[in-house]
Nanobody
Framework: QVQLVESGGGLVQAGGSLRLSCATS????????VGWYRQAQGKQRELVAS?????STSYADSVKGRFTIARVKNTVYLQMNSLKSEDTAVYFC?????????WGQGTQVTVSS
């Protein structure tokens, strides 16, 4: 099994930055990839960024050029710059194995003007 522990998040002004962390533990060698998702109030959950076990990354068009996903040892980070009000959401870390996707607890990001 895999355990995910998230940290970061909070309240930030528009144009500011936040760095989210996702610490992985357990059977981490079974992980094929890690992604950051977000769910705004009344909206569907969407994939923001992902990183594969080989290190390749991908981003949603809405955050491309502003967000960066990276892995350092067993922690996956989401660096969020130039934040906008529409980035306000609960952010979730997810780790994919075969056949199970594991989720973190979620952390609130609120961007104010």
């Amino acid at each position: 099994q895999v355990q995910l522990v998230e940290s970061g998040g909070g309240l930030v002004q528009a144009g500011g930055s936040l760095r989210l962390s996702c610490a992985t533990s357990g059977r981490i060698y079974d992980i094929n990839g890690v992604g950051w998702y977000r769910q705004a109030q009344g909206k569907q959950r969407e994939l923001v960024a992902s990183i594969s076990s080989g290190g390749s990354t991908s981003y949603a068009d809405s955050v491309k050029g502003r967000f960066t996903i990276a892995r350092v040892k067993n922690t996956v980070y989401l660096q969020m710059n130039s934040l906008k009000s529409e980035d306000t959401a609960v952010y979730f870390c997810a780790a994919d194995t075969v056949p199970t996707r594991y989720w973190g607890q979620g952390t609130q990001v609120t961007v104010s003007s």
